[in-house]
């Protein structure tokens, strides 16, 4: 079965860190570039970043710029998104997406071929 799985979620106060992983079951992530979304609470899902599938480029939505870095050992067929100062804006379901090819999408492109199932961050004061 191929699919995507995050992992690293939790609850964290503002201004704590959380480094989420998204790893594949039943393909390699190599050859993928990696988006990251976020559901929050009431709203529609948005993009937040990505990363190209040899790492050479990023992408992050103005929001997280500086917060929020990708990261990726293909070796080890892992993607990482490190988290700082994170805000109760920050509060969500996040997801990691993959799709083939070389290059790096729009941030607010969707049309990956694996979507993960999420896992929940909550941000509370």
Known sequence: QLQLVESGGGLVQPGGSLRLSCTASGFT????AIGWF???????REGVSCISRSAGSTKYVDSVKGRFTLSRDNAKNMVYKQMNSLKLDDTGVY???AG???GLPPIEWEEYDFW???TQITVYS
């Open 29 to 32: 992530l190599e050859n993928y």
């Open 38 to 44: 976020r559901q929050a609470p009431g709203k529609e």
């Open 95 to 97: 997801y990691c997406a």
């Open 100 to 102: 083939y090819g070389p």
């Open 116 to 118: 993960g199932q999420g």
